[in-house]
C-alpha cells in the first residue's frame, strides 16, 4: 500500500538590483533560474534583467492590481509543490512594492517563504546619510493627499532617524512640508539615483537641502534620510 505525501513547494522572495546590476547576487541568479515561475512587478522590466542574466524562464504578472485576484493560484501552485520566485521592479519585493499579500497567504497556507537577502535602495542611504542608523523607522512613500499632515505631524516627537521615500516631482514639496513640521535646522540627507552612475547624497539642514534642489532640478527617485527630534549624535563640535 502506497502513501502519497503531499510536499507543498516553496516561495522565494529575491531582491532585484536598485540600479547597478552588479549588485544581483550569485544566489538570487541561480533560484530565479531553478524556479517554476517567476512573479514579475513589471514583466517588461524583469524581461530585461533576466535577459541580461541569461535567466530563461516564464514569467508572470503579479502587481498590486492584480496581486487579490493572482494570489489564490499562485498559493494553490505552490501547495502543490511548485517553487515560486517573487521580484519586484527593484529592490526587495514589500518593501514599498508589492509583496505583503502574498507572502501573507503563502504564510497562512503553510508553505515556506525564504527571503533572499540583497540590494534596497534605504539601507545605503541611511548609512552613508551620517545620522544615526542604529535605530531608525521607515516610513516609505507618505499619503500623497489624505492622511499626509496627519501622518507628519505623528512624527514630530520621533527621536529616531526616519526614512521617506519620495519621486523626483514631489521632493521639494515633501522636503518644505518635513520642514514645516520638524524645523528648517533639522539635519537631513536626500540620496538620490542609489548604485547608479549619478548617485548623489545631498547633506545638510532641511532649508539647505530645499535651497539646493530649488536651484538644481531633482533626478531621480530619492531617499530622505531625516534626524529624529533632539538627536545630539549627528551634531559636529
Request: glycine residues 8%.
Amino acid at each position: 500500500m502506497f502513501i502519497f505525501v503531499a510536499v507543498m513547494g516553496l516561495l522565494y522572495v529575491v531582491p532585484t538590483p536598485v540600479g547597478n546590476m552588479e549588485d544581483m547576487t550569485l544566489r538570487a541568479i541561480r533560484v530565479l533560474k531553478e524556479a517554476d515561475l517567476v512573479l514579475a512587478e513589471d514583466t517588461r522590466t524583469s524581461g530585461i534583467l533576466l535577459k541580461h542574466f541569461d535567466i530563461k524562464n516564464q514569467l508572470m504578472s503579479h502587481h498590486k492590481f492584480n496581486e487579490h485576484g493572482t494570489s489564490a493560484g499562485i498559493v494553490e501552485r505552490l501547495k502543490a509543490g511548485a517553487t515560486i520566485a517573487l521580484i519586484s521592479d527593484a529592490g526587495t519585493p514589500g518593501i514599498s512594492d508589492p509583496g505583503f499579500f502574498l507572502v501573507r497567504e503563502a504564510v497562512n497556507a503553510g508553505i515556506t517563504v525564504q527571503c533572499l537577502p540583497g540590494a534596497t535602495a534605504f539601507v545605503p542611504a541611511l548609512v552613508s546619510s551620517g545620522l544615526p542608523c542604529d535605530r531608525f523607522c521607515f516610513e516609505g512613500f507618505l499619503p500623497q493627499k489624505k492622511g499626509r499632515q496627519t501622518r507628519l505631524e505623528s512624527l514630530k516627537e520621533e527621536t529616531r532617524t526616519m526614512i521617506f521615500y519620495e519621486s523626483p516631482y514631489r521632493v521639494v514639496k515633501t522636503l518644505q512640508q518635513l520642514a514645516e513640521h520638524f524645523g528648517t535646522e533639522r539635519r537631513c540627507s536626500a540620496c538620490r539615483e542609489i548604485s547608479k552612475v549619478h548617485e548623489e547624497s545631498v547633506r545638510g539642514t532641511l532649508a539647505e537641502v530645499i535651497a539646493h534642489f530649488k536651484e538644481t532640478d531633482p533626478r531621480g527617485e530619492f531617499v530622505i534620510i531625516v534626524a529624529g527630534k533632539d538627536n545630539k549624535e549627528h551634531k559636529t563640535t
